[in-house]
């Protein structure tokens, strides 16, 4: 069986617009055509045209109203004033022929001048008195054809069309004078009286253009159907009329020609046409079979897929469910039955309003669902809704349904239980945060460990400064003192001056040293002037011990830190010195303590040789001190350095951070100053 070519839905359109269109188009070009002969002898074979075509102006009139009409029927503006337009003329269109046959065929049937040519006669239209009046039986096609286009779009309680009966009828009528003319059974002549032939080929147009204007009504959608009934009829009806007419012909000039006799014309027409159909019928048959039987063959794929599909979805615990486009529910697996707790006749057919209990979850997935629709694209949704056996978390992705021709025809989704996953990334979530907070409690008792022993440390150094100055130093006083008088007191010769001046420097380096040793454990100006001093006198040490150019920048300001702050600072400039003297190889260093609203920034730069790149993420032991210091107080430390081109060593402790208040000069200061 031959295939439907083309487009489904590109062939009905094809059929309800351009089909019409043509029709109409062709009936009012053929009654012009005739018109244009009225008054003229026009010749054709011997034969005038008039005579062949006697065409009647009240015919040409309605032929033009129903093809106009016919054309309004598949015209469907956009705007609806137009469309209001539209109908309300071919309403009037209708009216007016169908008014015009039953004025002809009242003329008739009971003798009153109510048909058109007698308008036209009051008119002053002068007739071509060879074209005759119009038949009656075009007049009874005129009224039927004027209301099959009136009430074209019209239904019945069981879904029929009169307006498709009524254009069959009217095919059917006009029929029977085109049947004699072409058996000879009426002369031309005659035709006049009844219907002329080209009128009935104008009316099985008209008729064909209603049809083919509503595609979808019942009888047009039979015939228009892809299924195996639309081809079938599409195929064996035409063909058997052809053949069943050939045939006919065929025999009749046998006949004629005295091939046979007139009574054997029956027998042969019979036995030929029965042969005919019986190969027609038996190969569409066969045809009929192969389509079965390959539709059979993918209608057990399609089981057998659609089983396949059933056990997956019915197998697998995530809930899987099919929408239309209104948002209803058309597919369900068991998993989602279960979910929202009811059967499956409850669910299918049913909105997420009367699926589930709580308005808010409903109004979240009809949402869910157009964004879906609208984007044209998946989508993947997490929600804790309300449920017949609790409140659960679904992970959902949703996807849209496409049919074949790509249209958005709903969505599918499915749906994962994450209600347990998420109970248990909340409890991971709360042992987290309390093993978070036990390590920054940990880490505050390991600062504060650290801050105490660093404060431990600097009362030892302290301590140790002050026995140092206050034993220690003493005690070189009074030797010093003594070993004065002493040494006035020896002779005055060459062998005792030497020794006494020997005595007299082992002396003095002993006190340079002790005193280098207390500066290095703690600096008395540091606890008298404050850091500013303490970084400059240290720089100025550095530069006389070291051989290196330092420069020390400090702020004009007077500055007050927490003693914490100040020894940090201090030991923080100690230890870069330090690194620089032993490893820069610079000749030039810069301190500069700056004092802003948030920060405290040290920072101490040289031009040495750098830190090796081998060497740049190493830490010495004095720069893990530094930062332990900045950390303990809240700040950081940032190192920057290159090859031969020095080290920046940038120190910001944060004065929030760090508790930095000004504060007074006790006792501790006043203890040192007085020692």
């Not at 003798?111 to 009046?133: E, I, K, M, Q, W």
């Not at 504060?448 to 140092?468: C, Q, S």
Request: net charge neutral.
């Amino acid at each position: 069986m031959s295939k439907p070519t083309g487009h489904p839905r590109r062939r009905l359109r094809l059929y309800s617009f351009i089909t019409p269109l043509l029709c109409a188009a062709v009936v009012v070009i053929s009654a012009a055509l005739t018109m244009f002969n009225v008054g003229r002898d026009l010749w054709v074979f011997d034969y005038r045209l008039r005579d062949i075509l006697p065409i009647q102006v009240d015919t040409v009139i309605c032929f033009v109203l129903a093809g106009l009409a016919l054309a309004l029927r598949c015209l469907t503006p956009s705007r609806r004033i137009l469309r209001t337009a539209c109908v309300a003329l071919l309403s009037l269109l209708s009216i007016t022929v169908v008014l015009l046959g039953l004025g002809v065929l009242a003329q008739s049937l009971f003798g009153t001048p109510t048909g058109l040519d007698n308008v036209l006669d009051a008119l002053g239209y002068v007739r071509n008195p060879h074209t005759g009046r119009m038949a009656p039986l075009t007049a009874l096609g005129f009224i039927l054809t004027g209301l099959n286009l009136l009430l074209m779009d019209y239904r019945t309680r069981r879904g029929n069309y009169p307006a498709e009966y009524g254009a069959f009828v009217v095919a059917g009528l006009m029929c029977i004078p085109l049947i004699g003319h072409l058996y000879n059974v009426m002369s031309i002549e005659e035709s006049a009286q009844v219907m002329a032939p080209y009128i009935s080929i104008d009316f099985f147009v008209l008729s064909i253009g209603i049809l083919m204007a509503r595609p979808s009504h019942p009888l047009m959608s039979l015939w228009n159907s892809t299924s195996p009934g639309g081809p079938l009829l599409r195929r064996l009806l035409p063909n058997s009329v052809i053949l069943l007419v050939c045939l006919d012909f065929m025999i009749k000039w046998g006949v004629q020609n005295h091939l046979y006799g007139s009574e054997m014309a029956s027998p042969l027409l019979i036995l030929l046409s029965s042969s005919l159909l019986f190969v027609m019928f038996c190969r569409t048959a066969s045809l009929l079979n192969r389509e079965y039987e390959g539709r059979r063959m993918g209608e057990a794929a399609l089981a057998e897929s659609n089983a396949l599909l059933r056990v997956v979805s019915d197998s697998t615990p995530d809930a899987i469910f099919v929408k239309d486009e209104t948002g209803r529910m058309i597919f369900a697996n068991p998993a989602q039955l279960r979910l929202l707790g009811k059967e499956y006749d409850e669910v299918i057919g049913r909105s997420s309003r009367e699926l589930y209990d709580n308005p808010v979850d409903a109004d979240a997935v009809d949402r869910e669902d157009q964004r879906v629709l609208e984007s044209g694209q998946a989508m993947a949704f997490e929600a804790t809704m309300h449920f017949p056996h609790g409140q659960r978390t679904l992970h959902s992705t949703k996807a849209p349904w496409r049919n074949d021709r790509g249209e958005v025809m709903g969505l599918v989704g499915i749906s994962t239980d994450i209600t347990e996953r998420k109970r248990m990334e909340m409890a991971l979530k709360a042992h987290e945060t309390q093993l978070e907070a036990l390590v920054a409690a940990r880490t505050a008792e390991v600062s504060e460990l650290i801050g105490h022993l660093e404060t431990t440390r600097e009362e030892e150094k302290r301590a140790i400064a002050r026995e140092l100055h206050d034993d220690l130093g003493s005690a070189l006083t009074a030797l010093n003192m003594h070993l004065s008088l002493l040494f006035q007191q020896m002779p005055d010769e060459p062998k005792f001056a030497e020794r006494a001046t020997k005595v007299k420097t082992l002396l003095s380096s002993i006190t340079g040293a002790t005193r280098r040793i207390q500066i290095g454990l703690r600096p008395d100006k540091l606890d008298v002037f404050g850091i500013k001093v303490a970084i400059a006198e240290q720089a100025a040490e550095f530069e006389k011990y070291s051989g290196v150019h330092c420069v020390a920048s400090v702020p004009d300001d007077a500055v007050h830190y927490a003693p914490r702050v100040d020894i940090a600072l201090f030991r923080m400039v100690q230890e870069a010195l330090n690194n620089i003297a032993k490893h820069a190889q610079a000749t030039r260093v810069d301190v500069v303590l700056d004092d802003t609203d948030d920060e405290i920034i040290l920072s101490v730069r040289d031009n040495g040789v750098g830190i090796p790149v081998g060497k740049s993420n190493t830490l010495t032991h004095g720069l893990r001190g530094m930062r332990e210091r900045a950390g303990y107080l809240g700040g950081s430390v940032r190192i920057e350095s290159a090859p031969g081109k020095g080290t920046l060593i940038v120190i910001a402790i944060p004065k929030t951070a760090a508790n930095m208040q000004p504060v007074e000069q006790g006792s501790e200061n006043t203890e040192v100053a007085n020692g």
